[in-house]
Each structure stands twice: as structure tokens, then as C-alpha cells.
């Protein structure tokens, strides 16, 4: 089974913005995208930081920055100085965020989904090996697999698990699917083959969860623990 990872659901036209670009340009490029945030690059795309909304607002506020410790740390008394001057003569290099958080094309969905929870963020830059912002993932892009019909999930779930993975019949199991939710009822030969199957399901997108009811004739796993592998092929089949 394929995993999803972020190159199959990122956005790849990413609207971008160089580090002396006007604070209004960057304003105006944003509100004309309809986007929250924009990544900040060098002439050959890698990624410099990132201006969001918040960062504008902060700079666009009547009353002055205050001097805290974690401002000073990410701009210089220079930039610090500038930035209290109101809008007129701010770049987007001094207002942007330094810190920034990233994944790549090759990160998986899930791991993704947890990094942009965690960073409390709309969406993330994607950057290659060399830190080029190749796409932008957000969180509908996450949650676009998980809007698939309950028929596709059933008939991935039918056709591409339990037929062709795991080559059993179809007609000697029940599948339902209700919101994402896979329901599996039946019996299989053997007890792992029962646990890869139910693994195989969750894996497929859109699944949000599986209720487990299959039962099986034989407890190959009991089987395994009496009867000891020899030492050179426990690695193989741990």
C-alpha cells in the first residue's frame, strides 16, 4: 500500500516575496492570493522566513514593539529600530519569522498533520535538500484525503487490500464503511494474517479508524512462541 506523503497533496505555484520587498507590497500580494502567510527567499528560492499575518499586525501596531528578550534574539537592534518607525520603511525581512518550521516533499501526511498542529501554524513551506521552497502544504491539503466518499474508501478497502494484498475472497468478508469509519466482519485462515489486514485498511486514505470484528481458525502467533525460530532467521521474521 502507498503512503501518502506531502508531494501528493501539496500546492507546487507558490507565491513567494524577496527579503527587500516593501512591507505594503508584501500586504497587498497576500490579501490578492488570499493566502495567510509568504515565504521569504534568495535569488536561487531557498527559503529565508516567512511573513504572516500576525507578523504584519505586530508591525502595523500603533504602540511600538516591546523590547523582550526573544524579539532581540531573532532581530537585530538595527532591524529593532526600524521596526518602530511604523510601515513607510519596513521590509519584509523585518518583519518576517526566521524560525521556520518546514517539511519536505517526501515527509509522510501524517507526520506532516502532527508538525503543523504542533507549530500552530495554517500551513508549511516545503523545501528540498537544499532548503528551496519547492511547494506549500496547509491544512485542507492534510485533510483532503479524508473527504473521500465512504464507496471509494469500501472499494479501495475491497479491491485493493483483500483481493489483491492479501489475496483473499472478498465474498467471505463484510465491509461497511460510515464516515471514514472501516467496519470488518468474517473469518481468515490465521491470526496474523488477520492483524496485517486490519493494518493494511488503516493505512488507506481516508480511514479515519476500523472496528475490528474478523475472527480466525488458527493461532499462528502462539504457534511462533513454541516452537523457536533458529538465530539466523529471527531478524528476518521479527
Do not use: C
Not at 104 to 117: C, F, G, N
Amino acid at each position: 500500500m502507498k503512503q501518502l506523503t506531502v508531494r501528493d497533496v501539496m500546492t507546487n505555484s507558490v507565491v513567494t516575496t524577496s527579503p527587500s520587498a516593501p512591507f505594503k507590497y508584501v500586504v497587498r500580494i497576500m490579501q490578492d492570493h488570499r493566502i495567510s502567510g509568504v515565504p521569504v527567499v534568495d535569488e536561487s528560492g531557498r527559503l529565508l522566513g516567512i511573513v504572516t499575518g500576525a507578523d504584519l499586525l505586530k508591525a502595523e501596531s500603533a504602540e511600538p514593539p516591546r523590547r523582550k528578550f526573544f524579539l532581540e534574539w531573532f532581530i537585530s537592534p538595527r532591524r529593532l529600530t526600524q521596526l518602530e518607525r511604523r510601515s513607510e520603511d519596513l521590509r519584509a525581512e523585518d518583519v518576517m519569522t526566521r524560525d521556520v518550521v518546514t517539511v519536505s516533499p517526501q515527509t509522510p501526511m501524517t507526520d506532516a498533520a502532527r508538525t503543523l498542529l504542533e507549530a500552530g501554524v495554517k500551513r508549511l513551506p516545503v523545501t528540498d535538500a537544499g532548503g528551496r521552497v519547492v511547494g506549500v502544504v496547509s491544512r485542507t491539503d492534510l485533510l483532503r484525503p479524508y473527504l473521500r466518499s465512504d464507496l471509494d474508501i469500501r472499494k479501495e478497502v475491497v479491491e485493493d487490500v483483500i483481493l489483491e494484498a492479501m489475496w483473499i475472497d472478498p465474498s467471505t468478508l463484510d465491509v461497511r464503511v460510515n464516515r471514514g469509519v472501516v467496519t470488518v466482519t468474517g473469518r481468515v485462515e490465521r491470526r496474523s494474517e488477520k492483524e496485517i489486514l486490519v493494518e493494511l485498511i488503516r493505512r488507506v486514505s481516508g480511514v479515519v479508524g476500523v472496528h475490528d470484528e474478523l475472527s480466525y481458525e488458527e493461532d499462528d502467533r502462539a504457534l511462533e512462541r513454541r516452537i523457536p525460530l533458529p538465530e539466523s532467521l529471527r531478524t528476518t521474521f521479527r
